[in-house]
């Protein structure tokens, strides 16, 4: 059974950085796609970073160059490392990942192409 546990999350304020773990276990995480995805209260889902099964990051226009995305295959952990972080970045922020090979890079940060998720971790960011 695929089970994906998030941690990390917190307050702090803008211009700070917090760093979020994804802990999985029931499979290998080298050969899954996998992404981070954020909700805020009364808007939608939004893919913020992932990273396909050959290790190749994509991140979503509004972080890059402040977020970084990373896999520890030995601790079979996904990371995002949140540097220079703004009031619109404050939402609860969930893991996700899908064992199918080959996704299109197009599609890892959208919503439906992941099977797994986690349980979100909360990140608020003051001003």
């Known amino acids: 059974q695929v089970q994906l546990v998030e941690s990390g999350g917190g307050s702090v304020q803008a211009g700070g950085s917090l760093r979020l773990s994804c802990e999985a276990a029931?499979?290998?995480?080298?050969?899954?796609?996998m992404g981070w995805f954020r909700q805020a209260p009364g808007k939608e889902r939004e893919g913020v970073a992932a990273?396909?099964?050959?290790?190749?990051?994509i991140y979503a226009d509004s972080v890059k160059g402040r977020f970084t995305i990373s896999k520890d295959n030995a601790m079979n952990t996904l990371s995002l490392q949140m540097n220079s972080l703004k009031p619109d970045d404050s939402a609860m922020y969930y893991c996700?990942?899908?064992?199918?090979?080959?996704?299109?890079?197009?599609?890892?940060?959208?919503?439906?192409?992941?099977?797994?998720w986690g349980q979100g971790a909360q990140v608020t960011v003051s001003s």
């Open positions: 996700a990942a899908d064992p199918r090979r080959g996704m299109l890079r197009v599609a890892l940060l959208m919503e439906r192409a992941y099977t797994y």
């Open positions: 029931g499979y290998t995480i080298s050969t899954y796609s």
């Open positions: 990273i396909d099964s050959a290790g190749r990051p």
